[in-house]
Structure formats: C-alpha cells, structure tokens
C-alpha cells in the first residue's frame, strides 16, 4: 500500500493541471462566496437570510472543479493507456484505487478546508456593512465558534471530499473523463431540477433527500433547519452513500475488466 500511495501521490503532484484546478477550485470558492455576502442585504430584522449558507454559497461551484481533479486523475490514464503501466507496476487493482481514493481525500481536504475558511472570512467581513447585524437578528461576526456555523463549515469541506470520491468511483467504471464527467454533473445539477419539475410536493420532497447535492448542502443551513427536506447530517450520509456506491462499483469493475 505504501508504494501505491506514493505512487498516486506522484502522479497527482506532478500534473501541473491538477494543483492549478485546485488552486482555481479555492479561489472561485471564495470568490463567489464573497461576491453574494458583497450584494446579498438584509434591510431589517426577520430578513430571513441564512449568513452561513450566503457566505458558502461558493461550493456549489467549487465542487464542478473538485469532480473534475477526480475524474481527470483517472481519465487522463485511460485514454493515454498509462493504466495498463501502472496496472503492470502494481498489480493489486483495488489496492490501487485505495491509494488514488486516500490521496484525493487528502488533497480535497486541503483545497476543501482554504476555501470554506476564505468563504466564512468573506462573509465574517462584508455582512455585518449590509445589515447582518445583532439589531437584525444575527451575531455581530460570522465564527466558527458558534456551534451551527462550524457544521456548516466542517459539513462544507466533506461534502467536497465525497464528491471527489464520488467522481473517483464513476470515472473509475465508466474509463471516460468526458462520460464520467458528464454523470457526475447530472447527478449533481440535473437531478435536483428534475426533482423541482414534479408536482406533487411528498415526491418533490423525496427527490430532494436523495440527490446528492440537495441532501448534502443541507449540512450548511444553520436557521430553519426543521424545514428542510433532509437533516444536515443525514444529507452528508445520503452522500457518502452515493460516493461509496460508485466507489464499490468502480472497484468491482475494475477488477473484473482487462485495463
């Protein structure tokens, strides 16, 4: 296991893409996340605005960036053939989607960490100028120290780690970075749609607890939460569910198909 995980580290750190879209992944996070607490108000009490969720708002643009680092860190093997080298130098296939699985959670928590700490950052500065105030209902700073908050934050960074696992698994089975990518992103923005065209509201409601990023961004709501179609926590096991099933799939796959 210790050659493999050296050897996906290598891998991983010396695609110079791959340390770029990461970078990329942090700073449009961040970015996003502090342009809405710039433009986002809340003109009097009862506004009815969620600071922690407005201030990571960024992650569900992130996450696009995250998936791809995983789809690519297999895809670009498949369709360059370098698997079958990597294949013949470690020969145990599952030992080496371990390897590939523990380093992109490692590299995702990183990247995962800066940006929701740039994004509460943001927010901790810009909201209280437009009206995030203890007049309005809310704590003068927006901290990890409030118990709500910190579940926002921590929840956002694991979210992002099961997506990249997520994207992991799929591309994994399918040994396509452009198929791989595109189910990744169905799952994650077509599925809720496709859940929001339903009429009736118990299905709608259903839909939205077992699509990946409906259930799972429900960890960074920190006002109404009794309202919401899943529970916070629920919804980050509803993902780990949907990323440990495409990783068993991918493993299975791989172990039964010539590479």
Sequence with gaps: MKNALHAEWTKLRTETSNIW??????????????????TTRCPSAGCG???ARLSLTGIMAGQVVIAIVAVLAVGTEYSTGMIRTT?????????VLAARAVV?????????????????LAGRLLLPGNGFTVQHGYAALLSLANGPVLRAAAGSVIYLTLIALLGLGIVTAVRSSAAATGIVL????????????????????????IAPMSAGLA???????SKLPIAPWAGIGVVAIWAAAALVTGGLLLRLRDA
């Design 219 to 225: 960890v960074q709501a920190t006002i109404d939460v």
């Design 21 to 38: 879209l990461l970078v990329g992944a942090v700073v449009l996070t961040v970015a996003i996340g502090a342009g809405i607490a710039s």
């Design 87 to 95: 294949f013949c130098a470690l020969p145990r296939r599952t030992e």
């Design 186 to 209: 169905a799952l994650l923005f077509v599925f809720p749609v496709v859940a929001h065209v339903v009429s009736n509201p118990a299905w709608q409601r259903h839909l939205d607890q």
């Design 49 to 51: 605005q969620d600071a």
């Design 104 to 120: 992109l959670t490692g590299v995702t928590v990183v990247a995962g960490t800066a940006s929701v700490l740039g994004s509460v």
